[in-house]
């Protein structure tokens, strides 16, 4: 069995419930969703869904840094919309994350969010 290591950083929020913001074994971070939480206040942050979605994706970036990797090593993502009307305001905000590489493979799907969240999203990446 490989090494199993725990992730956590200050650079994301604190989590929600009983979880780590990542784990990494066997050459690969499985990191827990993200929401638009300010790691500062622990609050969602205002302004509606590219908002949210850029905050989600920098506290994504925030964990994969800590374990060694990056959104270049980002294999998957699952995108959890609270409404999928916000999906192409949604692209927007994620292809300037992921459109300068080549982009990781995708779900997206459409949920009921806690705490006011619009969007949501783990992913699975590569260690460093």
Known sequence: M?????VNTPDAPDAIGPYSHAI????????SGQVGLDPATGQIVEGG???Q???TLANLRAVLEAAG???EGVLKCTVYLNDFADFTAFNEVYE?????IEPPARAC??????MGALVEIDCVALAG
């Open 96 to 100: 300037r994350t992921f459109g300068t």
């Open 69 to 71: 990797s990056g959104v």
């Open 53 to 55: 979605a850029e905050r």
């Open 2 to 6: 490989s090494e199993r290591r725990v």
């Open 24 to 31: 990494v074994g066997g050459g690969l971070v499985h990191c």
């Open 109 to 114: 799907v459409e949920v009921n969010l806690p």
């Open 49 to 51: 869904i590219a908002a």
